[in-house]
């Protein structure tokens, strides 16, 4: 099983600023991942696919980059709806594996 | 409008039986390949089952293996996860998903409101 870990865990940051974060793959996935945002009480959204793609509708402040086994997910200037937890997903390779998540709380 | 709203969760023994539906509506269900995803509470996601369009591929997560099984029905536009032999770790949210699918990559784009799975005495 492909384990994907997130960092950090959490990351306290300010409306307008920006928000780098990042997730590693345990062997290489290609660019077989994807990124979905969580708000309280809702389900996932996604966000990227394919490492970099834009899901329709996902405004351009957010961005994917990476391959192999390091990903990025970047935040340009965090508006106040962009609070909330967000994960990496790989499908690379069965099973489907998710990180642990990263919360983006307000500072 | 696109859509996926599941039922059928609910409080349930350990060692009990439950059957999730996930209602598609809004898109040519039988176009699309489909999972099932939980959220244990306060938790992370976790992949549970999938199944290709034609069903000719069904995939589980070891926890799911032996105790679950997916299914679907094109006539009802229907996804379904029969849980057995469920324990108190099965407790979670359990949302439905369809996949998206295309050169650029693959991703789960439409999922569910989720249906809550209690398991306790």
């Known amino acids: 099983e492909i384990v994907m870990t997130q960092s950090p865990a959490t990351l306290s940051a300010s409306p307008g600023e920006g928000a780098t974060l990042s997730c590693r793959a345990s062997?290489?996935?290609?660019?077989?991942l994807a990124w979905y945002q969580q708000k309280p009480g809702q389900a996932p959204r996604l966000l990227i696919y394919?490492?970099?793609t834009r899901a329709t509708g996902v405004p351009a402040r957010f961005s994917g980059s990476g391959s192999g086994t390091e990903f990025t997910l970047t935040i340009n200037s965090l508006q106040s709806e962009d609070f909330a937890v967000y994960y990496c997903?790989?499908?690379?390779?069965?099973?489907?594996?998710f990180g642990g998540g990263t919360k983006v709380e307000i500072k | 409008e696109v859509q996926l709203v599941e039922s059928g969760g609910g409080l349930v023994q350990p060692g009990g039986s439950l059957r999730l539906s996930c209602a598609a509506s809004?898109?040519?269900?039988?176009?699309?390949?489909m999972n099932w995803v939980r959220q244990a509470p306060g938790k992370g996601l976790e992949w549970v089952s999938y199944?290709?369009?034609?069903?000719?591929?069904?995939k589980y997560a070891d926890s799911a293996k032996g105790r679950f099984t997916i299914s679907r029905d094109k006539a009802k536009n229907s996804l379904y996860l029969q849980m057995n032999s469920l324990r108190d770790e099965d407790s979670a949210v359990y949302y439905c998903?369809?996949?998206?699918?295309?050169?650029?990559?693959?991703?789960?784009?439409?999922w569910g409101q989720g249906t809550t799975v209690t398991v306790s005495s």
């Open positions: 998903a369809r996949e998206y699918s295309s050169s650029s990559g693959k991703g789960l784009d439409v």
């Open positions: 809004g898109f040519t269900f039988s176009s699309y390949s």
């Open positions: 199944i290709s369009s034609s069903s000719s591929t069904i």
């Open positions: 062997q290489t996935i290609s660019s077989n």
């Open positions: 394919g490492a970099s």
């Open positions: 997903q790989q499908y690379n390779n069965w099973p489907l594996t």
